[in-house]
């Protein structure tokens, strides 16, 4: 079994700051990306950031220059720092890693549980 639990979700004013955490546990062999998604009421689920075990990163353009992705890959942990954060950022925000169980597993996808991402004043 594989488990992704985010935690850091909440509710902040315009202009301030949230920090997502995602730990992946259990069964793992190997996790090539890890990643954040967010989906608002009403609209589809979309990448907000991803990293790759090489380093390389990718940001929607709606939150580049605010938020930044992080890993740890000895935790087998990725992190989201939210900076500047708008009204439009509110969404209920997932964790995704593509990883393998074992040595000839294939790369699947595992999905967190989300966790909500309020902005308001």
């Known amino acids: 079994q594989v488990q992704l639990v985010e935690s850091g979700g909440g509710l902040v004013q315009p202009g301030g700051s949230l920090r997502l955490s995602c730990a992946a546990s259990?069964?793992?062999?190997?996790?090539?990306?890890m990643g954040w998604y967010r989906q608002a009421p009403g609209k589809e689920r979309e990448l907000v950031a991803h990293s790759t075990s090489g380093g390389g990163t990718n940001y929607a353009d709606s939150v580049k220059g605010r938020f930044t992705i992080s890993r740890d890959n000895t935790k087998n942990t990725v992190y989201l720092q939210m900076n500047s954060l708008k009204p439009e950022d509110t969404a209920v925000y997932y964790c995704?890693?593509?990883?393998?169980?074992?040595?000839?597993?294939?790369?699947?996808?595992?999905w967190g549980q989300g966790t909500q991402v309020t902005v308001s004043s």
């Open positions: 259990g069964s793992i062999f190997r996790i090539v990306t």
């Open positions: 995704n890693a593509d990883l393998s169980r074992f040595l000839l597993d294939n790369l699947r996808p595992y």
